[in-house]
């Protein structure tokens, strides 16, 4: 009896002692929102830069069942007007370019592209793509002149994680929340901190899907590889205005999901 007291006595004490030090373990926050600064400081000094790119989109069907699309691609930038992305999946295979005053987006699959004026730089060209055309580009956030701003305002909590790894590459790893929505990044560690991994948790729709680009090949400088900026279009490629294209979603038609409003 002793014995099984002792024991319990024990195991209380080493419980305690456990909870009360995870209790002490507090997440950093200013230094989760002092790596992000130094990753957007980073980023925003590269005037050149490159990385290809992979993307899983979840979904919850109207049967509850959540189910993820993936996609993978490329992308090219010259700051501050000029940029170039391709991406292919299941049900898409696209391409955008802009060379700071035209914007064209080809469906490879359906073979057809349309044309319009968008002079600018690239943070108004995805503003422009997002809003207008709801064409967004896979983690535009992320090649916005100033990502700190981007991402930040709405942020109420913020934690840092430690350490992650991604594609072999070691990464601090960062957690925080929106009223909208759970967002986590995974940082380079060393004097180049380019994002990794960026996922984003949409909380406030049922089954909680997420988002989530992985980056790799990443390139900068001379090590990007030159490009014109100039789309090469199939000579039998039909032009539609930008309101025809249905060659562009991740999301076919062929799957009923739920809304945020509870309709399909």
């Known amino acids: 009896m002793r014995s099984t007291t002792g024991w319990a006595v024990a195991l209380t004490l080493a419980a305690t002692v456990g909870t009360a030090k995870m209790a002490t373990v507090r997440p950093d926050e200013a230094n989760a929102k002092k790596l992000i600064k130094e990753m957007s400081d980073y980023l925003a000094s590269q005037t050149a830069m490159s990385f290809d790119y992979d993307t899983n989109l979840e979904i919850v069907t109207k049967q509850n069942q959540k189910v993820g699309l993936a996609s993978s691609g490329t992308l090219t930038l010259n700051r501050p007007d000029k940029i170039h992305v391709t991406r292919k999946g299941g049900f898409a295979n696209v391409e955008f370019v802009s060379d700071g005053k035209t914007v064209t987006l080809l469906g490879k699959g359906a073979n057809v592209y349309t044309q319009v004026e968008a002079p600018g730089t690239i943070d108004q060209l995805v503003d422009v793509l997002r809003e207008k055309y709801h064409r967004p580009v896979p983690g535009a956030d992320l090649v916005m002149s100033n990502v700190y701003d981007q991402l930040m305002p709405e942020v109420t909590d913020a934690k840092d994680l430690g350490t992650g790894v991604i594609g ?15 967002w986590q990044i995974w940082i380079s560690q060393g004097d180049r901190p380019r994002p990794c991994r960026y996922a984003i948790t949409t909380t406030h729709v049922a089954g909680a899907p997420q988002y989530t680009v992985d980056i790799r090949n990443w390139r900068t400088g001379k090590d990007v590889v030159a490009d014109r900026f100039i789309p090469t279009l199939p000579k039998d490629a039909k032009k539609l205005s930008p309101g025809e294209l249905h060659d562009f979603d991740d999301v076919p038609a062929l799957f009923a999901f739920k809304r945020q409003n509870g309709g399909h």
Not at 172 to 181: Q, W
Request: aromatic share 6%; charged share 40%; hydrophobic share 35%.
């Open 168 to 182: 072999g590459i070691e990464c601090d790893h960062l957690a925080f929340r929106t009223k909208e929505v759970d």
